[in-house]
């Protein structure tokens, strides 16, 4: 089945403490992104990346890292939370390119900063 | 800064009604458009994309859009409960890339 696939789902975590969460896609697609969503405000994307090793800054990226080292994996790097990043989170992937450019989104990851 | 507006619910509508849902952005440049469902703790999953003027029907939904005055809307024919969920209208940005821009959602409720 085609999906992407995050983990973990829920997490619970006290400032500073560094996570990652995780996002898989099996649809050999070159386009993944992270997007967070807050009541009233909607998918704030945070990075995006078009290929391998190529990975560029959404609209949020502060206190956030990613990487792409390989084309099914981009995980989401929180070096030092703090509670405003407290939030619902979201992985996507679609391929590259114009009119090939539907979003296929993870479950969602709900972080919870204390 | 490029935006996407949506008109601001929650929209009710009885069943059977029509719900229409209205977007506008700011870019002109913009190549294409989508709306999404989300239902209350769930992901996003698509409805409808349109890449140009005119209307486009898929079963019970229309999606209409009118790059001059920049907008974009969906309507729903014969509106069920299982209807009643979060619409996100999104646009693409970018020509060949992916600079995609979420609206902040209209809630629908239909009621039985």
């Known amino acids: 089945e085609a999906q992407v696939t995050q983990n973990p789902r829920y997490l619970i975590t006290v400032t500073g403490k560094k996570l990652t969460v995780t996002c898989s896609q099996n649809?050999?697609?070159?386009?993944m992104s992270w997007y967070r969503q807050d009541p009233g405000l909607g998918l704030r994307q945070i990075y995006y990346?078009?290929?391998?090793?190529?990975?560029d800054k959404g609209d949020v990226p502060e206190g956030y890292k990613v990487s792409r080292k390989e084309k099914r994996n981009f995980p989401l790097i929180l070096e030092s939370p703090s509670p405003n990043q407290t939030s619902l989170y979201f992985c996507?992937?679609?391929?590259?390119?114009?009119?090939?450019?539907?979003?296929?989104f993870g479950a969602g990851s709900r972080l919870t900063v204390l | 800064q490029k935006e996407v507006e949506q008109n601001s619910g929650p929209l009710s509508v009885p069943e059977g009604a029509i719900a229409s849902l209205n977007c506008t952005y700011s870019d002109r440049g913009s190549q294409s458009f989508f709306w999404y469902r989300q239902y209350s703790g769930k992901s996003p999953e698509l409805i409808m994309s349109?890449?140009?003027?005119g209307d486009k029907e898929d079963g019970r939904f229309t999606a209409q859009l009118n790059k001059a005055s920049q907008y974009v809307s969906l309507l729903i024919r014969d509106s069920q409960p299982s209807d009643s969920a979060t619409y996100l209208c999104?646009?693409?940005?970018?020509?060949?890339?992916?600079?995609?821009?979420f609206g902040p959602g209209t809630r629908l409720s239909v009621l039985p």
């Open positions: 349109i890449y140009s003027n």
């Open positions: 990346s078009m290929n391998v090793e190529v990975t």
């Open positions: 999104a646009v693409n940005f970018a020509m060949d890339g992916q600079n995609f821009v």
């Open positions: 996507a992937s679609s391929f590259y390119g114009s009119g090939a450019n539907v979003l296929t």
């Open positions: 649809m050999n697609h070159e386009y």
